[in-house]
């Protein structure tokens, strides 16, 4: 069975640029997080939602920050326009309050450059 | 303000002997906690956990303490193996969805 699924893997782009990274929970789970990780910070929260509304979004550094949840199966974090200090790796995670507890499973994460 | 600190960034330990990562949290109403491991490349993996109503939860190789009156939580692993060289995430939630991590401890199994 897939995990959670992020795309792209590795983004490289200038300053200025819009940026799209992509997420597919794992199906069925009704929880997906963002998470944002930088030597400096550690693992941060940006956003999550539950069954596809924002739920929480204080994390979010910036308006140049938005998500969207569109549907069960897929979400979206764009930046626009991107900075040099948005550089990271983003992670998508996804959980299930049916089964117990509150493990998040992540995807592979997207590592984003803005030279 | 950090809710979750792991004050050590990195540990080394001999193969075969225990690892213990430490962890501190500030937050009283924190009442789940968690433990997740990361590979370089990959997203963190979740390891083990605890309920704020027990103060030992043992799986395995792994064994996580919670001492509620000092706000600490500790991870063993006992007996250390080579794949066990890791990121290690302590992490914490208050009933609600999300969970709060700390800043990650670096562990080394030196063979």
């Known amino acids: 069975d897939a995990g959670v699924i992020q795309s792209p893997r590795h983004e490289v782009t200038e300053m200025g640029q819009e940026v799209t990274l992509r997420c597919k929970p794992i199906s069925g789970h009704d929880y997906l997080f963002w998470y944002r990780q930088t030597m400096m910070r550690g693992l941060e929260l940006l956003i999550y939602?539950?069954?596809?509304?924002?739920?929480?979004d204080s994390g979010m550094p910036e308006d140049r920050f938005s998500a969207k949840m569109p549907n069960a199966s897929f979400s979206t974090l764009k930046i626009q326009p991107s900075e040099p200090r948005d550089s990271a790796v983003y992670f998508c995670?996804?959980?299930?309050?049916?089964?117990?507890?509150?493990?998040?499973?992540f995807g592979p994460g997207t590592r984003l450059t803005v030279l | 303000d950090q809710q979750v600190k792991q004050n050590s960034p990195s540990l080394s330990v001999q193969e075969g002997r225990i690892s213990i990562l430490n962890c501190d949290y500030t937050n009283s109403m924190f009442d789940y906690f968690l433990w997740y491991k990361k590979y370089p490349a990959e997203g963190p993996t979740f390891l083990i956990s605890?309920?704020?109503?027990?103060d030992k939860n043992e799986d395995g190789r792994f064994t996580v303490f919670l001492n509620k009156s000092a706000k600490h939580l500790s991870l063993h692993i006992v007996p250390s193996q080579p794949g066990d060289s890791a990121v290690y995430f302590c992490a914490a939630s208050e009933g609600d969805d999300k969970i709060i991590f700390g800043k990650g401890t670096r562990l080394h199994i030196l063979p």
């Open positions: 605890i309920s704020s109503i027990k």
């Open positions: 995670a996804s959980s299930s309050r049916t089964s117990g507890g509150n493990e998040q499973f």
């Open positions: 939602f539950n069954n596809n509304v924002p739920i929480d």
